[in-house]
């Protein structure tokens, strides 16, 4: 299994220097990815730009968003900016997506919430189509475009995972619920008759000795699920020894690539990561 960091551009006020400065510390430490998270109404960077400009001063790192809310966006304006970032990047994109579960974003872009699981699926079908038929460029680093992982817990997103994804993508929790969803993410993809088998991605939260800094971001982050909040701090990793089993726990249930996103911007945090990786 592979780790991989997010990279700090999802928490309010950080500085740009430190997003760029982080990139290049991540991949000078041999993290697999960097990864970065999407919101609209929320103090965070937009994550296309943020990994492109991780893109700008790192050479081998892959750069992933885990995820994209793809629905909030126009389709053919993202197929290009998609294009241009895995061409930029010397096709090291990966791109996670999902329909996300804030009403609020969906009204900053006036789009209608309800519809936003049909609108993904119509999506990913004419992304394909606008990156093989090159009608919108410039045409991606590799034909048909980045790998395409998609997240969600119902049936119809494993459905639409296994028709038209690369993979699945995880939202975060301890690795028995991540290999219960791997498990559906399988069958789904025998279901739909797909040779060989999908990449599972999966996440956390991290912030090594700085429970309180942690909390107090992911609180905010998620206050829109009222308690449910207290239960993702909970999980959050504030010890080597956390992060130490919780990668342990990730690789026996099946999982291919795992993304460990800051609570707290700051680049000891980062290296404090690493050495327990072994990064």
């Not at 928490?11 to 991949?27: C, Q, S």
């Not at 060989?196 to 971001?217: D, I, N, S």
């Not at 239960?231 to 795992?258: F, H, K, N, S």
Request: hydrophobic share 40%; proline share 6%.
């Amino acid at each position: 299994m592979r780790v991989g960091v997010g990279l700090p551009g999802g928490i309010p006020g950080v500085e740009g220097t430190l997003v760029v400065d982080w990139a290049v510390r991540a991949e000078a430490r041999n993290f697999s990815h960097l990864a970065g998270i999407d919101r609209v109404r929320y103090g965070n960077y937009e994550p296309l730009t943020v990994l492109a400009a991780a893109a700008a001063v790192t050479r081998r790192i892959t750069l992933a968003t885990t995820i994209l809310l793809s629905p909030l966006r126009n389709t053919a304006l993202l197929a290009k900016q998609v294009a241009s970032l895995d061409r930029l990047s010397d096709g090291r994109l990966v791109l996670g997506v999902g329909i996300g579960s804030r009403q609020d974003d969906y009204e900053a872009t006036g789009l209608d919430y309800r519809s936003r699981g049909r609108r993904l699926s119509e999506q990913l079908a004419d992304l394909r189509r606008h990156w093989e038929e090159d009608a919108i460029g410039p045409p991606p680093a590799r034909p048909g475009g980045p790998p395409i992982l998609v997240g969600g817990n119902s049936g119809p997103a494993f459905a639409r995972m296994a028709r038209y994804g690369d993979g699945y993508i995880h939202g975060g929790g301890p690795p028995r619920a991540f290999a219960r969803v791997a498990g559906e993410a399988r069958a789904a993809w025998i279901d739909a008759e797909r040779p060989g088998q999908p990449q599972l991605w999966g996440q956390g939260y991290f912030a090594l000795g700085a429970a309180e800094a942690g909390a107090k971001y992911l609180r905010d982050y998620y206050a829109f699920t009222g308690p449910f909040a207290d239960r993702i701090v909970a999980a959050m990793l504030i010890t080597p020894q956390a992060v130490t089993e919780y990668i342990q726990g990730y690789e026996e249930a099946g999982c291919d690539e795992l993304a460990l996103l800051p609570a707290v911007a700051a680049l000891e945090q980062l290296d404090r990561l690493a050495d327990i990786v072994g990064s």
